[in-house]
């Protein structure tokens, strides 16, 4: 029994095959292409499956289901990704499309719920906040193995508390939002509002780390962003484990001792989860769409 | 098929008898006497309920079961009261020693996750974060008629969501937390900086309804405070409903209008719950400790 994989980004579609055990047998990477319109993506998704369907067959492991994680506001229950601004879509019933093309069973799901899934299942825990922090930040609280969804299908938007009243401006209209504070583009923009250059997130952790005291006091002030976002989310939703991931987690013990520290510093009589970098990498929401594809057959 | 509900607070203490179809066929109030010390108080406690029990025995109708809400950290599944400041107890097994005292199966919760139960019953919505705003602020997230304790049974700290970086000094130690900004005794303090005088937050609120300046400009600051609060709990979990009580909730139209508003302003793009006045006062502990025993019968 084999299942397949897909976990559609702004940049690129990864996807795998995915055998009974869990253990990818198969991956690849496509461009995502988004510049061509959501339609054209579309197609690729189904491209794509169909191909790795074809080829999974032909190896003799005929592919039981399909897991599709994809970006943006999904209603998992009705199959339809509602709302994307990276791929630009609105209302496309994903789920039918794929289960028409590709004849199997399908389920979708949004990317950060999906990678939750993944990492919470390698964590070991039963209840963690994966937060992934790359050019935005978003979360997903997995409780015995299920993604906590709110009422709306809305929850995790962690990167929408709000941290530093009259703050920087986020994308979302309000200011001082952790994602305009505390996302990989904020560091890369705060960093750039003092030196006056332009360079990556990775690149001021790694001046940070070194001791440059210009990237230092960028990267302290985020790291104090995040431990208040954190903060807020462990004192109301008390998860055991915060798994970090997307590009900031990258930095490694640079990001993680201060954060560790500061959020330490906070914790009061307040539970004090347990912070530890995602293990997955940027393959969490291809992992998490293989286990809703299993959950399937 | 009757059961006995006790509310503790740290000034009185709340029961009543409910009976099959929920209705509270009897009620009363006793002082806590926490004065006296925890000992004495689990002592009344006890009193309370045997006291109870055999009045209604009396009356013909023999009690089944026993809700107990008390105010702290309470593991329920063990029914031990582990921490109150309130009542000054620690590690206090009160569901084995009012089994043995009264005799009746005896189900243990914390105060606020009672009420949150009970309001969340009323409100008819199957997702509800109740937020009672008094002395302190906290909150219960109930979802499906259970409430989301968290992994180490600490979650619902909303009072400890950080709002203002540097701000007022809390009780936990930290600064800017909700409560140190907003609760009713935040609403006292800040009025009585700039106006000089002791008066309670129902005054403030009223003088603010009037047009008074310097309390209107006080419980704007409260109110924008609440808003970020509750704006950033929405982000996170996404409740259908927000139920807000406690004692800051009895200033009606003064509270909710602006509050509404304040909250709109923040939604953007994020789920905007239904914000509504708590229906029970503070009986709301009370009835969800008999919602409590009758789940065990």
Known sequence: MSVLAVDLGGTSLKCALVDAT???????????????????????????????????????????AVGLAVPGLVDATAGVALWSVNVG????????????????????????????????????????LFVPIGTGIASAHV?????????SG???????????????TCGCGRRGCLEAEASASAVEARYREVAGDAVTAAEVARLAGEGD?????VWG?????????????????????????????????????PLRAALGARS??????????????DEAGCHGAALLARALV
């Open 143 to 151: 409780v015995g193995g299920s993604v906590v969804t709110g009422a």
């Open 268 to 281: 009061s009589f307040l539970p004090a989860p347990t912070i530890v970098p995602a293990a997955l990498g």
């Open 213 to 217: 005291p210009v990237a230092a006091g």
């Open 89 to 128: 879509w609105r209302d496309v019933p994903l789920r039918a499309l794929v289960e028409e093309r590709v004849g199997l069973p399908t389920a979708l799901s949004n990317d950060v719920r999906a990678g939750g899934l993944a990492e919470a299942r390698v964590s070991g825990s039963d209840d963690v």
């Open 154 to 168: 809305a929850a995790g938007e962690l990167g929408h508390v709000m941290v530093r009243p009259g703050g920087r």
């Open 22 to 64: 869990g253990a990818v047998t198969w991956a690849g990477r496509h461009p995502t292409g988004r510049e061509r319109g959501p339609a054209a993506v579309v197609a690729t998704v189904l491209d794509v499956l169909v191909s790795m369907r074809d080829r999974a067959a032909a190896g003799g492991s005929v592919p039981r």
């Open 221 to 257: 002030d985020v790291v104090e962003a995040l431990a208040d976002g954190l903060g807020s989310a462990a004192a109301l939703v008390d998860p055991q484990v915060i798994v970090v991931g997307g590009g900031l987690a990258q930095a490694g013990d640079t990001l993680f001792t």
